[in-house]
């Protein structure tokens, strides 16, 4: 029941590919189907495989059983693959993103001194940049993957991004944050610190900041970025190498979505705007779709025939199962049946629609069928992995 | 009438594709149809408003959907130039947007500013009684708290001036229960739920805003009872499917297809009806929990919406 179309084979694709960074809508199995593709990669294709998943909400922990990944890497046991019948050829490693340590570290890295570095982590407007930034989530993650990439312990980095199609930002840091270090407003802002007295310029900006943000607010903002002015060369030039790697020959990116309508109208978002960045799009995923036998003309005929002739057919049936079961009751039974057909054939119609315009998005398109279950095991991974990685 | 639709701000959250858009925008219908004056907010504009009514792009300033409902995208730019017009009624018409930037610049800066501004509108909103029930369609279960808790965290951090002052009536609003509540969409799913129960832990210490409700989306209905259950597999045995066939004169394949496909509706509903179970035994006592059905027929769009409003008003208690 898999629709497999994947030209040139997804074996190929990876054999070339270092970095995966899947992306797509919310609540479509991203995480997931991320997992299966590292678990599948690490089982039938070999070498050392990690999957970096960047949710605060531990989901990859949660799919792979893991007790707990922190910004540690950590290898899946080569028994939970036995476990699950497969002797892998490579390893699987897992990371979770802890991205306030990975903030920290940037800022001893990059800052000029260790007490300029504590001055940044003492700040509070920094702790409250780590915490509480969403958008800090995304620039970590690429950082990190930068890092793990550099390091090179890893023949394939599988990915997990935020699911927000601004997450593709991230590509911009470079200058975005360039400009910002540069903009005349940071200026404004860190004069009064720079020359202890108020210039001219920030006069009514102060003024102005005052009245709204207090005094003590204000003196905060201001040394704050007068510090990670410090760092800004290290910053803007690292964020370069980041968004270097992303373009890079070696990476890839990879759309999970499901055949709805809403996360199919994301999906084709993420296709327009990875094209529009130049970024790599490897494969296109539809997640849990249904059987496309419920689209068979003959069984929609046996749906409506029980539906339609139920008495007739339940009298009959239930003579032929010797009166274990009343007729009214095998009767109500075959009702269920053609209606919940009824019911899951408009559904698989619906799919099937925005499959067609998944396929022409996008011209390797996979599909993974909806499973009856949870994932709850490296078993189920290399399951789904089987989709995404024959072979 | 509810006590849900009696408050006058509700934010909508969930795990990312829970359908908490929906779910607001059914709310919004409910409450305007009701006979109040309704304002349904996304907070992240992506235009999964317009979507949902298929009305023209919706922005910062509300329009019309349907009878007492309008709509609106959060700006925070606009967001801020208004703050800046009404709060501080700066006396520099001319240059107010080069004061706009260098605060925008503050608020990208200074991260929580940005999530009071907007935050703010909305409160600002039920203060001056615009409407009279305003529903936000949230960010997801993974932000939603360092949304809410910007006014509280703010107001830790500016001890003075007038944003001390503007958080202050903020923290009136939305802590109290009777005004402000948090509803969270979940689906019968592993993760949605995990994430739901994780933010009904949360929501209250860290933000101040109380629960609300929770609200399970696309809920599977019950094909069989147990005694059909078991007639259902007398019914699956080889030579039934043959003699079904030969009754209808059809393939025997195609009698097993439908027979399949009322298999996989038993098992996904079993597995949804474990994590309903899930979520509603780590609920807080006395949480409501309200459940809307899976629709067949459409998932999308005006009349999915006027659908759920018609459901969630048989669900929500009068």
Redesign the interface.
């Known amino acids: 029941m898999s629709a497999v179309t994947t030209p040139g084979g997804l074996d190929r694709l990876l054999a070339t590919k270092e970095v995966v960074v899947a992306c797509g809508p919310g609540g479509v199995g991203k995480t997931t189907v991320a997992a299966a593709l590292g678990a599948a990669a690490a089982a039938v294709g070999g070498g050392r495989v990690l999957v970096l998943t960047v949710d605060p909400a531990r989901r990859l922990a949660d799919a792979l059983r893991l007790p707990r990944v922190g910004n540690e890497e950590t290898q899946i046991p080569e028994d939970a693959f036995r476990a699950a019948g497969v002797r892998p050829r490579g390893e699987l490693w897992a990371a979770m993103l802890d991205t306030k340590a990975s903030w920290d570290a940037l800022v001893r890295r990059h800052a000029r001194t260790r007490r300029d570095a504590e001055a940044i982590l003492s700040n509070p407007l920094y702790r409250n940049i780590t915490g509480r930034f969403a958008k800090s989530h995304e620039y970590i993650a690429m950082e990190r993957l930068y890092e793990l990439h550099a390091e090179g312990r890893y023949d394939l980095l599988v990915v997990d991004t935020p699911p927000a199609l601004e997450a593709l930002d991230f590509v911009d840091a470079p200058q975005m944050m360039a400009d910002f270090f540069s903009s005349r407003l940071l200026r404004w802002l860190t004069a009064p610190l720079r020359f202890r007295v108020l210039g001219v310029a920030s006069r009514p900006f102060s003024q102005i900041g005052d009245r709204i943000l207090g005094t003590q607010f204000l003196e905060d903002v201001g040394r704050f970025f007068l510090l990670l002015e410090t760092m800004h060369e290290g910053f803007v030039d690292r964020a370069r190498q980041v968004s270097a790697l992303l373009r890079a020959e070696q990476t890839t990116f990879m759309i999970v979505t499901t055949p709805e309508a809403v996360p199919v109208q994301e999906a084709e978002r993420f296709v327009t705007s990875l094209r529009r960045r130049s970024l790599h799009l490897g494969l296109l995923v539809a997640n849990k779709v249904l059987p496309g036998t419920l689209l068979d003309p003959g069984a929609q005929r046996v749906a409506e025939a029980l539906a339609e002739r139920s008495a007739e057919l339940s009298a009959d049936l239930a003579a032929l199962l010797g009166g274990t079961a009343a007729p009214e009751q095998v009767r109500l039974v075959l009702e269920e049946i053609g209606s919940n057909h009824a019911n899951l054939r408009l559904v698989a119609l619906r799919q099937a629609e925005l499959l067609g315009e998944l396929a022409a998005a996008h011209e390797t398109t996979v599909t993974i069928p909806q499973l009856t279950g949870d994932v709850v095991d490296l078993a189920g991974l290399v399951e789904i992995g089987r989709y995404l990685y024959p072979g | 009438m509810s006590d849900l639709l009696d408050r006058r701000l509700v934010f909508v959250t969930g795990?990312?594709?829970?359908g908490k858009?929906t779910v607001a925008a059914a709310l919004g219908l409910l409450a305007a149809g009701r006979g109040r004056r309704a304002l349904v907010c996304e907070m992240?504009p992506?235009g999964?408003l317009q979507?949902a009514f298929e009305c023209g792009p919706t922005s910062y300033v509300p329009r019309p959907v349907s009878d007492g409902l309008f709509a609106m995208s959060m700006d925070t730019e606009a967001a801020l130039r208004e703050y800046l017009r009404i709060n501080?009624r700066?006396p520099?018409a001319g240059r107010i947007s080069s004061?706009a930037?260098?605060?925008d610049?503050?608020a990208t800066?200074?991260?929580?500013v940005r999530?009071v501004l907007t935050v703010g509108k909305l409160c600002y909103e039920v203060r001056e009684r615009h409407y009279d029930f305003v529903v936000v369609d949230a960010?997801?279960?993974?932000?939603i708290v360092?949304h809410l808790?910007?006014p509280l965290?703010i107001h830790d951090?500016?001890?003075?001036?007038?944003?001390?002052e503007q958080t202050r009536w903020m923290l009136d609003i939305l802590d109290d229960p009777a005004q402000t509540g948090v509803v969270v969409v979940s689906?019968a799913?592993?993760?949605?739920v995990?994430?739901a129960l994780?933010l009904t832990d949360r929501i209250g210490p860290e933000t101040g805003v109380h629960l609300a409700a929770v609200i399970v989306n696309r809920v599977l209905p019950e094909?069989?009872g147990r005694?059909?259950e078991?007639?259902?597999a007398?019914?699956s045995a080889p030579?039934?499917i043959d003699?079904?066939?030969e009754?209808?004169g059809?393939?025997p394949?195609?009698?097993s297809?439908?027979?399949?496909?009322?298999r996989?509706?038993v098992?996904?509903r079993r597995?949804g009806s474990a994590h309903l179970e899930r979520l509603r035994s780590g609920l807080p006592p006395d949480t409501p929990l309200l459940l809307l059905p899976f629709l067949?027929?459409r998932?999308?769009?005006p009349r999915a919406i006027h659908q759920m409003a018609e459901l969630l008003a048989e669900e929500l208690p009068t």
């Open positions: 795990k990312g594709g829970v858009t992240e992506r999964d979507s501080l700066l520099l004061v930037q260098a605060l610049f503050v800066a200074a991260p929580g999530e960010s997801a279960t993974g932000h360092g808790a910007a965290g951090l500016v001890r003075r001036g007038v944003v001390e689906t799913e592993e993760m949605p995990t994430e994780e094909l069989f005694a059909e078991a007639t259902f007398s019914l030579a039934v003699e079904l066939a009754l209808l059809e393939d394949r195609a009698v297809e439908v027979f399949s496909a009322a996989l509706a098992r996904m597995v067949f027929g998932s999308h769009g």
